[in-house]
Structure formats: C-alpha cells, structure tokens
C-alpha cells in the first residue's frame, strides 16, 4: 500500500519560511515522478514542482527563486523548502506521486498540510 504523507505546515508571517515533507511508505524511486501542488480555497489545484527519478527539477515560473524541492532517499521523504512567502501563498499543499509501471500510471496523493500566511 502506497501511502504518502504530508507535514510541516502551518501558520507563518509573511516574508516568512516553512518547509514541507512528504513521507512515503515505499522507496521514493519507485516514482517517476514525485512533486508538489497547492489549492487554494475557492481556486483549482496547481502544480507548484516536480522532480524526477533521475532528478529533473521543474518549477512553476511564478514560484522560481522562493521554493526549492529535494529529497532524501535514505529517509523516502520529499522537501518543499518555502521562502519569502506572501498571503498569496496560502493554500493546502498536496504531496504526488506518479508510477508507470508496464505502461500503467499510477498516481499517488497525500492528504494534504494547510499553509497559512497571514500577520
């Protein structure tokens, strides 16, 4: 059972940093593709990054410069490191994860931590 989850949200103050982790059940390189989304009330889920197995990195271009995503492999656990963030940034940010396996997709999603940037 593929189980990914999510920690480290939170309430900050603008201009402030949060970092996100997401935990997987299996070995993370058994994912194509791993990344992160956000959904704001109100608004569709958004991608905000992706990594690759090989470790292709792609961000959104509004999100370039403030949020770096990693991994640790020897812990199973992707990072979102979150910085500068604005009020515009608050969202429930979801953990994915994407396996293609004998050509079948199969994609994974964390329940979700809550961000909250407000003063």
């Known amino acids: 059972q593929v189980q990914l989850v999510e920690s480290g949200g939170g309430l900050v103050q603008p201009g402030g940093s949060l970092r996100l982790s997401c935990a997987a059940s299996?070995?993370?390189?058994?994912?194509?593709?791993m990344g992160w989304y956000r959904q704001a009330r109100g608004k569709q889920r958004e991608l905000v990054a992706t990594?690759?197995?090989?470790?292709?990195?792609h961000y959104v271009d509004s999100l370039k410069g403030r949020f770096t995503i990693s991994r640790d492999s020897a812990k199973n656990t992707v990072y979102l490191q979150m910085n500068s963030l604005t009020p515009e940034d608050t969202a429930v940010y979801y953990c994915?994860?994407?396996?293609?396996?004998?050509?079948?997709?199969?994609?994974?999603w964390g329940q979700g931590t809550q961000v909250t940037v407000s003063s």
């Open positions: 299996v070995n993370i390189f058994t994912f194509n593709v």
């Open positions: 990594m690759t197995q090989g470790g292709t990195i």
């Open positions: 994915n994860g994407l396996q293609i396996i004998l050509g079948r997709r199969n994609e994974y």
